[in-house]
């Protein structure tokens, strides 16, 4: 999770550098600066270039000498202060040099005279002075929402069938299993759910949930029981005074058409879905569907653990370290051989997305984004596979300083996204990795930024390997929010559908949710859920 402002503060300071330093510069005819009738369109643009960045550099540079001055007691300190300022401007001035020979014509038609900013521009320099394509003076509208609804609370987990029935697990004191279809309650199912929805492979469509110690298979449209199957009993104490008990289910991850589950206790079971369906809805008899898969002794899971498994891995992510376990125990191995990591990923900071896509693992992890080759990542030490400390970041406490790079092989590319959205990404077929950040959203084909677009995006992206779909909290000024629809090749919108909510300036990330399954498209803010059917 993290807040959102949802204007770019360091950016719009900028303009307000430019507009401000409007008040002080000459006329333009007296400069001599006034174009000729002999000028080539490039001959004018690098006039105009030229101009723009001197001004903005100069300003800059007062506008930081003064800081400095005021602030900085010692004379010595405050004069390298200035001369710090003055080197830092004549770069400023050459990349705004740079980035304004890229820009096209509607751009450039924003610059003069400097002080007065035209209707609509403040949007389109923003876009160009972070390097991004401006919004579209119009952009066509998408798909309007089939239906919507509002939970009693916000969704803790949010999943779409093909059929379009979303079911929510939610509650105010419980976690209820809520399904929505056209707007309306389709079914409930009380009681005290996880957090999370996890459906199975192949047909009939079949959803995993669990509440204590029992796995649930459900047929998402009717909320009907399909198979039910229980957890072993645990024995807590040793000899006569042991007692029993009955750990809850924490997490679970498909492995190989099986399903992984671990509980409280870090015992993990294999679940055959074929036995325990043949078993019907009662509970099964120990061992004909629920087989022990070993664990982690002395050891529990914490809530918001997580399980993925792939690429010959299983991978246990909680309180923000990513363990790696070989998917398969050694031969003769007993069945409560306790799991020993193979590879144990920390951040410096944060760790706030994991991904598993095939063999690619993909984090989002002190504001970088990076990929690793799942299979090649093996290291007996713990490893840190961010930059850090970042370029112009606040420094704040290290949380693994002893940590070592990742060994060779492991790590494929890492991006540095400053403000990157936590959320999840979207990935794309072709390996591309489609983020949001501050506002843009940008996508990175092996960590070189492929294209970036001024979207207004926030919170997660939804993808089905070729579309990307994302929520835009505003394009300009008093828009409302919307979801929108990406080119994947250039980035270009291709529609934004205005939502019915108010999001304030600043905001949580992970009150956005976003999910994408068959033709349907689903976009929850806070309590409200909306579901569209974008065109294919």
Known sequence: MSLVFGRRASTALGLALLVASGACKKDEAATGTASTEADSPETTQRRECERFATDMAQTGALAGQILVTALDDDPESAR??????????????????????KWPQEVMECLPPLGVLKDGCEERLLAALDG???????????????????LESDPRALAVADDGTVVAVAGVESNTLVA?????????????????????????????????????????TTGAE???????VELDGEGDEAEPSLPPVRVAAVQDGMLLVGDDEARFFVLDPASCGAAGPGVPKPGTCVTAAGGLPDEVLESDARLLVGAGRRLLWEDGTLRAFDAEQPKGSP????WSPTLTLRP?????????????????????????????CRSSTDVAPSGWPQPGALRVEDECEGCSQPPTGCRRWRAYVEDVTGESP???????????????????????TRWKASTGGGGPLATDGRRVFGFSTALREDDPPGVFELDASNG?????????????????????????????????????????????
């Not at 001369?83 to 990349?95: F, G, N, P, W």
């Not at 192949?202 to 649930?216: F, K, M």
Request: net charge negative; proline share 8%; charged share 25%.
């Open 80 to 101: 390298e202060g200035r001369q710090e300022m003055a080197s830092e401007a004549r770069k400023l001035r050459q990349q705004l040099l740079d980035k304004c020979m």
């Open 132 to 150: 991004a394509t401006p919004p579209p003076q119009d952009v066509p509208p998408g798909p309007s929402p089939a239906w919507s609804f509002t």
């Open 180 to 220: 929505l279809r056209d707007g309306k309650v389709a079914w409930r199912k009380e009681g005290d759910f996880v957090g999370w929805l996890l459906p199975l492979p192949g047909e009939p469509a079949t959803w995993i949930t669990a509440e204590e110690n029992r796995v649930l298979a459900i047929d998402p």
């Open 226 to 232: 399909r198979w039910t199957a229980s957890l072993p």
């Open 335 to 338: 069945p409560d051989r306790a």
């Open 348 to 376: 410096h900071d944060m760790l706030s997305h994991v991904g598993l896509h095939g063999d690619r693992l993909v984090l989002v992890i002190d504001d970088d984004v990076v990929e690793l080759d799942a299979a090649q």
């Open 426 to 448: 979207a990935v794309l077929d072709d390996g591309v990795v489609v983020v949001n950040a501050d506002g843009y959203t940008l996508a990175l084909d092996e960590g070189d």
């Open 492 to 536: 270009h919108l291709r529609w934004r559908t205005p939502l019915p909510l108010r999001v304030g300036d600043i905001y949580s990330s992970d009150d956005i949710r976003l999910v994408q399954r068959g033709s349907w498209l689903v976009v929850c803010y806070e309590q409200t859920i909306m579901a569209l059917q974008p065109s294919s």
